[in-house]
């Protein structure tokens, strides 16, 4: 006790003046390169900026950040892209929080209701109209150098930010699915190369059904599994404005798209996780322990080589979708945005980072680390990306790629699709009852 | 009367506080519940909220799924509640026979499943139950027993999806059925036993007319309990089948809670808890009125 007694002020002391000066290097570490910069920070209020004199260093601030980036594509946001961007911006403090991608709607309406939201989140595109709507955003049109984000942006991806009148958001990145092949499978059905047509990949299948193998997946009868096959095979949601479903979902054309599919699935060329059977589909096309690989293909996102990396480069072939009557492949749209809460703290600060994160220089490295495809034009032009090999594909595929039904509803819209392709895939209706049904129903939720 | 007051203040401070939990936990929500049922609630902006009257309550008679999730819940509460009572009452009697060794045991193995967190249990289900050879149900049946040549879709298919959910129910309800029994059987007068075997009763009959009517306020409460639990139940098809296929699994809680915070519809979503509510009320209170009059004395 008495030993305590005596060192510990010496110690308080010590540890005191090391703290002292330890910040105070950081400190100076930190400032320099800001003060030697352009003025700091975007200056989106101008009122608060101005009679600021430039020189002064601007206040820490601290901007918390949600997102659902996977472990690699977290490791690059950490590792990489908060550093560079702290280098430019050494003020600003990115507090990155992770989500778990389940339910993590209700976890952005809870946190919203309990204002306990983030600055910023990176959100699946397809939420935004329905969080905007909900109140949970801000419009950003009126962020400084908006137009120039738009400007530099993709416009489908763009899109998916708009409703009612507002931009509440931007795209962050975007992607889309792509057959992918097993080398040694197509081999097996008397391929060497990806099929181009849709007609050429059924007769691949009907030979691998001989060896009780599978030549076709559809990871599900949903509204991210099932678009691509159904599009490509004719079929349409809704008008180009989508306003309205009846006459489109239910056109002859889209009944004969979901009869082929149904047909195939009678015919047993479809694998099982169109009903939610095992294997999954990745399982089923490199094979699980001690079991061999049985589908020849799938339709995924540029993240099955960016997760797998070296373990598939050989053995799988990215490829375009094969295409379909109209001679076009149409893959499905699928992306993240920049969004920002109502209730923010720091909105300045979060729109700061998020134009670093859209810059061309960010969303170059993005792709090449992780298959982001990039929402900045620029950047997808870079040569820097033609060293990524799948990511052509996906690319070339993007320029038919159509997008889900935006709207605050998307969540129900696309749970009557999945149910309405589900019953025909059951039996419980015909394709025709099942999509002139389901038309009147989305007719309801677009109003 | 003045003494009587002075008690009445010197325990106000104790009712006041249980009260005011009551309000705040208990009674607000309730209402404020029923308050949201007549609008389409904006739970950021709820003065934005649209009055919409009785019309999510319309909607609610008209919807189909609600009439598949009402059968459920109905069907769920009648096949788990006598099957988690039959088998309770039945372990407890086993367990508390003479001759059986290892009581602490074999409560702790019923009862295991009860402490268990649902979550757990619920994916440990999923897993036993999965669809194809990989799950270990599947692989019993047919690599080990041979009793099918296929392996069944377990949750692909709405009965079999719906059985798992039963099987996950009993097996995890008996343990406290049991233990509530237990207990009720230590207060049963061993005189009462001895005088009916000297009277030549046996096993069967002392349990049917003994047993069984002296068990009787303690068969109420839990009756009472299970079926409240029944109605209550939400984890194991939540997070087993999530209600599918085709939401023909999905209970009354499960669908409200779809609308709630998957759609944001907390609207019609009230709506349908006011009517399950307005259901667990009338069940029960039926039940208390027929059975919870008469008292037992020895």
Same mark, same amino acid.
């Given at each position: 006790?008495?030993?305590?007694?005596?060192?510990?002020?010496?110690?308080?002391?010590?540890?005191?003046?090391?703290?002292?000066?330890?910040?105070?290097?950081?400190?100076?570490?930190?400032?320099?390169?800001?003060?030697?910069?352009?003025?700091?920070?975007?200056?989106?209020?101008?009122?608060?900026?101005?009679?600021?004199?430039?020189?002064?260093?601007?206040?820490?601030?601290?901007?918390?950040?949600?997102?659902?980036?996977?472990?690699?594509?977290?490791?690059?946001?950490?590792?990489?892209?908060?550093?560079?961007?702290?280098?430019?911006?050494?003020?600003?403090?990115?507090?990155?929080?992770?989500?778990?991608?389940?339910?993590?709607?209700?976890?952005?309406?809870?946190?919203?209701?309990?204002?306990?939201?983030?600055?910023?989140?990176?959100?699946?595109?397809?939420?935004?109209?329905?969080?905007?709507?909900?109140?949970?955003?801000?419009?950003?049109?009126?962020?400084?150098?908006?137009?120039?984000?738009?400007?530099?942006?993709?416009?489908?991806?763009?899109?998916?930010?708009?409703?009612?009148?507002?931009?509440?958001?931007?795209?962050?990145?975007?992607?889309?699915?792509?057959?992918?092949?097993?080398?040694?499978?197509?081999?097996?059905?008397?391929?060497?190369?990806?099929?181009?047509?849709?007609?050429?990949?059924?007769?691949?299948?009907?030979?691998?059904?001989?060896?009780?193998?599978?030549?076709?997946?559809?990871?599900?009868?949903?509204?991210?599994?099932?678009?691509?096959?159904?599009?490509?095979?004719?079929?349409?949601?809704?008008?180009?404005?989508?306003?309205?479903?009846?006459?489109?979902?239910?056109?002859?054309?889209?009944?004969?798209?979901?009869?082929?599919?149904?047909?195939?699935?009678?015919?047993?060329?479809?694998?099982?996780?169109?009903?939610?059977?095992?294997?999954?589909?990745?399982?089923?096309?490199?094979?699980?322990?001690?079991?061999?690989?049985?589908?020849?293909?799938?339709?995924?996102?540029?993240?099955?080589?960016?997760?797998?990396?070296?373990?598939?480069?050989?053995?799988?072939?990215?490829?375009?979708?094969?295409?379909?009557?109209?001679?076009?492949?149409?893959?499905?749209?699928?992306?993240?945005?920049?969004?920002?809460?109502?209730?923010?703290?720091?909105?300045?600060?979060?729109?700061?980072?998020?134009?670093?994160?859209?810059?061309?220089?960010?969303?170059?490295?993005?792709?090449?680390?992780?298959?982001?495809?990039?929402?900045?034009?620029?950047?997808?032009?870079?040569?820097?990306?033609?060293?990524?090999?799948?990511?052509?594909?996906?690319?070339?595929?993007?320029?038919?790629?159509?997008?889900?039904?935006?709207?605050?509803?998307?969540?129900?819209?696309?749970?009557?699709?999945?149910?309405?392709?589900?019953?025909?895939?059951?039996?419980?209706?015909?394709?025709?009852?099942?999509?002139?049904?389901?038309?009147?129903?989305?007719?309801?939720?677009?109003? | 009367?003045?003494?009587?007051?002075?008690?009445?203040?010197?325990?106000?401070?104790?009712?006041?506080?249980?009260?005011?939990?009551?309000?705040?936990?208990?009674?607000?929500?309730?209402? %404020? $519940? *029923?308050?949201?049922?007549?609008?389409? /609630?904006?739970?950021?902006?709820? +003065?934005?909220?649209?009055? =919409?009257?009785? @019309?999510?309550?319309?909607?609610?008679?008209?919807?189909?799924?609600?009439?598949?999730?009402?059968?459920?819940?109905?069907?769920?509460?009648?096949?788990?509640?006598?099957?988690?009572?039959?088998?309770?009452?039945?372990?407890?009697?086993?367990?508390?026979?003479?001759?059986?060794?290892?009581?602490?045991?074999?409560?702790?193995?019923?009862?295991?499943?009860?402490?268990?967190?649902?979550?757990?249990?619920?994916?440990?289900?999923?897993?036993?139950?999965?669809?194809?050879?990989?799950?270990?149900?599947?692989?019993?049946?047919?690599?080990?027993?041979?009793?099918?040549?296929?392996?069944?879709?377990?949750?692909?298919?709405?009965?079999?999806?719906?059985?798992?959910?039963?099987?996950?129910?009993?097996? %995890? $309800? *008996?343990?406290?059925?049991?233990?509530? /029994?237990?207990?009720?059987?230590? +207060?049963?007068?061993?005189? =009462?036993?001895? @005088?009916?075997?000297?009277?030549?009763?046996?096993?069967?009959?002392?349990?049917?007319?003994?047993?069984?009517?002296?068990?009787?306020?303690?068969?109420?409460?839990?009756?009472?309990?299970?079926?409240?639990?029944?109605?209550?139940?939400?984890?194991?098809?939540?997070?087993?089948?999530?209600?599918?296929?085709?939401?023909?699994?999905?209970?009354?809680?499960?669908?409200?809670?779809?609308?709630?915070?998957?759609?944001?519809?907390?609207?019609?979503?009230?709506?349908?808890?006011?009517?399950?509510?307005?259901?667990?009320?009338?069940?029960?209170?039926?039940?208390?009125?027929?059975?919870?009059?008469?008292?037992?004395?020895?």
């Amino acid at each position: 006790m008495r030993i305590t007694k005596r060192w510990l002020p010496k110690l308080l002391l010590v540890l005191l003046i090391a703290t002292v000066f330890l910040a105070a290097c950081g400190n100076n570490e930190g400032n320099t390169p800001a003060a030697e910069e352009k003025p700091v920070a975007a200056p989106v209020d101008k009122k608060e900026v101005e009679p600021a004199p430039a020189a002064e260093p601007p206040k820490p601030v601290t901007v918390e950040f949600w997102h659902a980036f996977g472990e690699g594509e977290e490791k690059v946001l950490l590792e990489e892209v908060i550093p560079k961007f702290n280098e430019q911006y050494p003020h600003i403090t990115i507090q990155g929080t992770r989500m778990p991608t389940e339910n993590l709607d209700q976890q952005v309406i809870t946190a919203a209701a309990g204002g306990a939201v983030p600055d910023v989140m990176r959100m699946d595109n397809t939420w935004v109209p329905r969080m905007a709507k909900e109140g949970v955003l801000q419009a950003v049109d009126n962020f400084a150098d908006f137009n120039k984000v738009v400007a530099d942006s993709f416009d489908g991806p763009m899109a998916t930010n708009y409703y009612n009148g507002n931009y509440y958001g931007v795209p962050l990145d975007t992607n889309t699915k792509i057959a992918i092949y097993s080398k040694e499978l197509l081999a097996e059905a008397g391929a060497t190369e990806a099929p181009k047509t849709i007609d050429e990949l059924v007769s691949l299948a009907r030979k691998l059904k001989e060896n009780g193998k599978f030549g076709i997946t559809i990871g599900g009868p949903d509204f991210w599994n099932m678009p691509p096959w159904f599009w490509t095979l004719g079929g349409t949601i809704t008008d180009d404005k989508y306003t309205v479903a009846t006459g489109h979902l239910n056109s002859e054309a889209s009944i004969k798209a979901l009869e082929t599919i149904v047909s195939w699935n009678d015919e047993g060329l479809l694998a099982p996780p169109i009903l939610g059977g095992q294997p999954g589909t990745w399982e089923g096309l490199r094979g699980e322990e001690g079991k061999p690989a049985s589908y020849m293909m799938i339709n995924d996102g540029p993240w099955f080589f960016s997760i797998l990396g070296d373990a598939v480069k050989d053995t799988m072939i990215p490829a375009k979708m094969p295409s379909g009557p109209d001679g076009k492949s149409h893959s499905i749209i699928g992306g993240q945005d920049m969004v920002f809460f109502n209730g923010a703290k720091q909105p300045e600060a979060a729109w700061t980072f998020t134009q670093f994160m859209l810059s061309e220089e960010i969303q170059v490295l993005m792709a090449i680390k992780t298959g982001a495809i990039p929402t900045n034009k620029n950047a997808a032009q870079a040569d820097a990306l033609k060293d990524v090999y799948y990511l052509d594909e996906y690319v070339a595929e993007m320029e038919t790629a159509m997008a889900r039904t935006p709207s605050p509803n998307a969540n129900q819209i696309g749970d009557v699709f999945g149910k309405a392709f589900e019953k025909a895939l059951r039996k419980d209706a015909t394709p025709k009852e099942a999509l002139d049904q389901a038309a009147t129903e989305i007719d309801a939720l677009l109003k | 009367m003045n003494k009587a007051i002075k008690q009445y203040v010197q325990v106000a401070p104790y009712l006041a506080l249980g009260f005011i939990m009551t309000c705040i936990f208990v009674l607000y929500p309730l209402i %404020k $519940g *029923v308050y949201i049922s007549f609008f389409e /609630y904006k739970v950021i902006n709820p +003065s934005q909220s649209l009055f =919409l009257g009785w @019309a999510n309550y319309i909607k609610v008679f008209h919807d189909p799924i609600i009439y598949i999730a009402l059968r459920n819940t109905l069907l769920f509460a009648l096949v788990t509640v006598p099957l988690q009572w039959a088998f309770g009452i039945l372990v407890a009697m086993v367990i508390n026979l003479q001759f059986i060794r290892f009581k602490v045991f074999f409560r702790l193995v019923y009862y295991l499943p009860v402490i268990s967190s649902w979550i757990v249990v619920s994916y440990l289900f999923q897993f036993l139950f999965a669809d194809g050879s990989s799950g270990v149900v599947n692989y019993l049946l047919v690599d080990f027993f041979h009793l099918r040549d296929e392996p069944i879709a377990w949750l692909q298919n709405t009965w079999s999806a719906n059985i798992v959910i039963w099987l996950l129910s009993v097996w %995890k $309800g *008996v343990g406290w059925v049991m233990i509530m /029994y237990l207990a009720a059987l230590q +207060s049963v007068p061993r005189s =009462l036993y001895e @005088a009916a075997a000297i009277d030549g009763a046996k096993g069967a009959r002392t349990f049917i007319h003994i047993t069984l009517p002296l068990m009787r306020p303690m068969t109420v409460y839990v009756l009472i309990n299970l079926i409240i639990g029944a109605f209550q139940a939400f984890i194991q098809v939540f997070l087993i089948t999530k209600g599918g296929p085709l939401d023909s699994t999905h209970l009354l809680n499960t669908y409200m809670f779809k609308h709630a915070f998957q759609y944001f519809d907390f609207g019609y979503a009230a709506a349908i808890s006011v009517m399950l509510g307005l259901l667990i009320f009338i069940f029960t209170y039926s039940q208390q009125r027929t059975f919870g009059k008469d008292r037992i004395e020895y």
